[in-house]
């Protein structure tokens, strides 16, 4: 057997030794690489490494603030929050969203249109946002979902938040309503896009939406490696919106809202006429604000919106009318005041008033005699203004009727409203490209021709003779509300309004006229008079004719009020205040097709003010601030007594 020689195993040897050692030395290396690289990431990155795991595993949400309340003068919501379930789905852990919506649709009812709206939103939103899929959710929907959500990827129950209005159709012309943001409304904040989060569309709601809104608050939530929650670790609920006090006396309201239910469409304003804080702001029939925070249908849209009662119109600022007789003590004042005629000032009625070739009728047929300014105002005479205003001129009385606020926005606190139209020389130049001639004159002189005001601008034209002050209505208390035993001044703000600066013996004239309408045998709201002793209030009836009485018409009998139908009748107005010995309150009431002034709206007049001055709510907390159960119609409703009243214009 042959052998090795030392000398080549000694340098097989010392081979296999280098290769060795540069093994050892290689691995040793990368054993020192990869200790270097864990105690870079694990010591000196650990605190960086440690933020992005915790980030992957906790995940930070947006929650909607909770919405400020509306309150009214006495604290009554009628605004509100009210927790409700919903479930959604989060795009970016759902996957396959078309199989997930049919999987939450085999669970609950999710109509085709509801699919829809999802996928619509998913386009326009974060992929992160959580989408509702249903909201207001009953127990047992909410227990069949929770049930199956491992089999629903992305799908989660959120409780959440609605707003409510605990009144609905009676308060929903001042709270207006809430509904989500709408895609052209979307600024890029993520908060607009959250499921909770809604902004004011009218009333209240919208003018004073900022304020209301609040501060959005987080939730911090941990997620396993699926992205499912697994617990909330930490939660700012951020900071509630504002609460906002009104005027408005919540039970007047009411009470308003059920004593025109008489009539198939009309609306009344209330106000102080010391402070100008609205009382009440009623338009019937109305709608339930609750139906578009839910999401209202496209079938109850159609009828809301073709109903030719105009629900959804707050008739009190955004109804224009003409105000017919109701305007007569705007010519009343604008002559006093322009010195053209005194309270003496007397005319002959003969019932009828002859320009050029033309005849202009009074109401009553045989006419009324010979009167001054008192007789004037309480047999509502059209001969005794048509005089009056041919004297005055159409741009005095335009300008007077601008002082009382009429022809502009009144600077009410909720959106809408219009400014309804004062005719001057200029203006039907401007308008029609013809001049004016003296036969319109005595068309504006009964509140008739190219007037158009709201109802709220007759109550602040009523209000303002009676104050002297240029009074801005208003909806807003920032005072905050009444409550009994704290202290307050119940003529809060009353000087902050400048004075008009007119002849306190022209605003007896004008007031003693209108207490003579109601109060005095013969006037023309006689009828409507309230009776008790200490509440007696003064009033103006108005009918304004908005179709053209022909002369055959004349001659062979006009056809009254119920012969014809409620859309070609007259429309019926009253403006009033109380009590005439000290005035405290003023109200005007507009019946839609009413047929005659002191018949049908002065008896609302008379009912609310009566109801007014028993609350008081001005000066005193009521004894029965919050509302109570209904106690039956009230006087003059349907089912509730109306009392005699005489036919008037």
């Known amino acids: 057997m042959k052998t090795r020689p030392l000398a080549q195993d000694k340098s097989r040897f010392k081979v296999l030794t280098r290769r060795t050692l540069m093994l050892g030395g290689l691995q040793a290396g990368m054993v020192g690489t990869l200790a270097a690289r864990m105690y870079y990431l694990q010591v000196l990155q650990a605190d960086k490494y440690k933020v992005l795991a915790e980030e992957n595993r906790i995940n930070l949400r947006l929650l909607a603030p909770q919405r400020g309340r509306i309150l009214d003068r006495f604290g009554v919501p009628l605004a509100i929050n009210q927790q409700s379930y ?33 996928l619509r939103e998913m386009k326009r939103k974060h992929s992160f946002v959580p989408i509702v899929v249903r909201e207001n959710l009953s127990w047992e929907e909410v227990a069949r979902i929770e049930v199956n959500i491992p089999e629903l990827p992305g799908v989660q129950i959120e409780v959440g938040r609605n707003r409510y209005y605990p009144f609905a159709d009676r308060a929903t012309q001042i709270t207006g309503y809430v509904a989500p943001v709408s895609e052209k409304e979307l600024t890029g904040d993520p908060l607009m896009e959250l499921p909770d989060f809604r902004i004011g569309k009218a009333g ?18 941990e997620v396993n490696a699926f992205g499912r929650v697994v617990r909330e670790i930490n939660r700012d609920d951020g900071t509630p919106g504002e609460e906002i006090a009104t005027t408005i ?10 004593r025109l239910r008489s009539e198939e469409s009309a609306t009344c304003v209330v106000m102080d006429v010391v402070t100008g804080d609205v009382l009440t702001i009623a338009s019937s029939p109305s709608y339930d604000a609750n139906t578009f925070t839910q999401g209202i249908s496209n079938t109850l849209w159609t009828a809301l919106n073709s109903d030719p009662h105009t629900p959804l119109y707050n008739k009190a600022i955004q109804g224009v009318y003409l105000p017919g007789s109701t305007f007569k003590p705007v010519v009343a004042m604008a002559a006093l005041e322009a010195g053209i005629i005194t309270p003496d000032f007397r005319v002959n009625c003969p019932g009828v008033f002859t320009l050029g070739d033309h005849d202009y009728h009074c109401w009553r047929h045989g006419g009324h005699g010979t009167l001054d300014l ?51 020389k200029a203006w039907k130049l401007a308008k029609y490209g013809v001049r004016w001639v003296d036969g319109d004159t005595p068309s504006i002189a009964i509140g008739q021709g190219y007037i158009n005001v709201t109802p709220l601008q007759l109550v602040t034209m009523l209000t303002r003779i009676i104050s002297n002050r240029a009074i801005v209505p208003h909806l807003l208390r920032p005072a905050g509300i009444m409550e009994a035993g704290k202290p307050f001044d119940p003529d809060h703000g009353a000087k902050d309004f400048p004075e008009l600066g007119f002849n306190p013996l022209h ?24 009776s008790e002793p200490g509440m007696e209030m003064g009033g103006k009836s108005g009918t ?3 179709r053209q009485i022909t002369a055959a018409e004349r001659e062979h009998g006009i056809k009254k009020g119920e012969q014809l139908p409620w859309k070609d009748r007259e429309n019926a107005v009253f403006i009033a205040f109380a009590p005439v010995g000290n005035p405290r309150y003023a109200c005007a009431v507009y019946v839609e097709h009413g047929i005659a002034g002191a018949k049908y709206a002065g008896p609302i007049a008379r009912d609310v003010l009566r109801e007014c ?11 029965d601030p919050m509302i109570v159960a209904d106690a039956g119609p009230p006087q003059g409703a349907p089912g509730g007594p109306v009392p005699p009243t005489e036919k008037t214009p």
């Open 613 to 623: 001055q028993r609350r008081d709510p001005s000066r005193r907390v009521p004894p």
């Open 507 to 530: 605003i007896n004239a004008i007031l003693s006229g209108m207490n003579a309408v109601t109060n005095e045998p013969g006037g023309t709201g006689y009828g409507a008079r309230i």
């Open 249 to 258: 006396d919540m039970a007047l309201q009411d009470f308003t809202m059920r």
């Open 374 to 424: 008192h007789g004037g105002l309480k047999n509502s005479c059209d001969v005794y203004f048509y005089e009056v205003a041919m004297k005055v001129g159409v741009d005095r009385v335009a300008a007077m009727a601008n002082r009382l606020g009429m022809g502009a926005p009144t600077g009410i606190d909720i959106p809408n409203e219009r400014p309804g139209n004062i005719p001057t």
């Open 204 to 221: 209240i709601e919208k003018a004073q939406d900022l304020e209301l809104r609040g501060t959005a608050g987080t939730s911090q939530i």
């Open 86 to 118: 919903r479930v959604v789905i989060v795009a970016e852990q759902a996957g396959d969203i078309d199989s997930t919506l049919n999987a939450i649709g085999t669970l609950i009812p999710l109509g085709d249109s509801e699919r829809h709206r999802v």
């Open 544 to 546: 304004s004719q908005f």
